[in-house]
């Protein structure tokens, strides 16, 4: 069982899927932590809901210079196509990217698809609380990193089944 694997968190800026302001991204490799991503990205328009700045802080004051996310893909592409990535609520984060990649008319990737949402059956933050993992919630970085945990845990409870 390949202990590698790309755990990925997006933040909106409003309702829409295609309005990503903050990506965080880890991959894991053979269970170690290889790489890093905490990015900010001008969504569409710059334009936040104030409901979603209330949730993760982060405003058009911060985006205002930062890249949109057309610019940042090729620099996360490799980390995501043709590799298992893994999402707390995969539902959402990868609605996000796919809806994100049509508004920038950018193919999609190949990939596959892991949630520990649907694993765990349980939120994100009761899960860290449950097993000691530090997290920042909604923070795109400490979500995905959080999430990454969780993942290296499943795939060590695999191992021993």
Same mark, same amino acid.
């Given at each position: 069982? #390949?202990? #590698?694997?790309?755990?990925?968190?997006?933040?909106? !800026?409003?309702?829409?899927?295609?309005? %990503? @302001?903050?990506?965080?991204?880890?991959?894991?490799?053979?269970?170690? %932590?290889?790489?890093?991503?905490?990015?900010? $990205?001008?969504?569409?328009?710059?334009?936040?809901?104030?409901?979603?700045?209330?949730? /993760?802080?982060? #405003?058009? !004051?911060?985006?205002?210079?930062?890249?949109?996310?057309?610019? $940042?893909?090729? +620099?996360?592409?490799?980390?995501?196509?043709?590799?298992?990535? $893994? !999402?707390?609520?995969?539902?959402?984060?990868?609605? @996000?990217?796919?809806?994100?990649?049509?508004?920038?008319? $950018?193919?999609?990737?190949?990939?596959?698809?892991?949630?520990?949402?649907?694993?765990?059956?349980?939120?994100? !933050? +009761?899960?860290?609380?449950?097993?000691?993992? +530090?997290?920042? /919630?909604?923070?795109?970085?400490?979500?995905?990193?959080?999430?990454?945990?969780?993942?290296?845990? /499943?795939?060590?409870?695999?191992?021993?089944?």
């Amino acid at each position: 069982m #390949s202990h #590698s694997f790309t755990a990925i968190d997006f933040e909106t !800026a409003q309702g829409k899927r295609w309005s %990503i @302001c903050q990506i965080g991204l880890v991959r894991v490799e053979n269970g170690q %932590i290889s790489q890093r991503l905490n990015k900010l $990205v001008c969504p569409p328009d710059n334009f936040y809901f104030y409901r979603n700045t209330e949730i /993760h802080g982060i #405003s058009a !004051a911060d985006t205002c210079t930062a890249p949109t996310f057309d610019k $940042v893909w090729q +620099q996360i592409k490799p980390y995501i196509e043709h590799q298992t990535v $893994v !999402a707390h609520n995969g539902a959402f984060d990868f609605s @996000c990217l796919r809806h994100t990649l049509d508004y920038y008319k $950018v193919q999609q990737p190949t990939y596959e698809q892991q949630c520990t949402y649907k694993i765990f059956k349980k939120g994100l !933050a +009761q899960l860290c609380q449950e097993y000691r993992i +530090q997290l920042n /919630h909604h923070d795109a970085l400490s979500d995905a990193l959080a999430c990454a945990a969780l993942y290296m845990r /499943h795939l060590r409870s695999l191992e021993t089944a």
